[in-house]
Nanobody
Framework: QVQLVESGGGLVQAGGSLRLSCAAS????????MGWFRQAPGKEREFVAA????????HYADAVKDRLTISRDNANNTGYLQMNSLKPADKAVYYCAASTHLLTTMIGLYNYWGQGTQVTVSS
């Protein structure tokens, strides 16, 4: 059973940057693929980025491509989401998730979830 805890959210001006962290414990995080999702008020949770457990392959939603970067440090059981050039549309609660499946964008294939961290972008 993997437990995930996100941190690093906050308030930032448009064009600014944030780095989200996802600390894993209680399981073999290194053998799980990792994903980040977000949920804005009144909207469904949506895929943001995913990273293969080996760290060799990534996939991004079109809305964040070239601005957000997903990475992981398996030695320290930590995942990251570097967020640059943030826009007001990026405002949401961001969730870290782990999947026993290979690289996937499908919410239903993620087995473990964190509690989320709020990201607010002011215009």
């Amino acid at each position: 059973q993997v437990q995930l805890v996100e941190s690093g959210g906050g308030l930032v001006q448009a064009g600014g940057s944030l780095r989200l962290s996802c600390a894993a414990s209680g399981g073999t995080f290194s053998s799980n693929s990792m994903g980040w999702f977000r949920q804005a008020p009144g909207k469904e949770r949506e895929f943001v980025a995913a990273l293969h457990w080996r760290g060799s392959s990534t996939h991004y939603a079109d809305a964040v491509k070239d601005r957000l970067t997903i990475s992981r440090d398996n030695a320290n059981n930590t995942g990251y989401l570097q967020m640059n050039s943030l826009k007001p549309a990026d405002k949401a609660v961001y969730y870290c998730a782990a999947s026993t499946h290979l690289l996937t964008t499908m919410i239903g294939l993620y087995n473990y979830w964190g509690q989320g961290t709020q990201v607010t972008v002011s215009s």
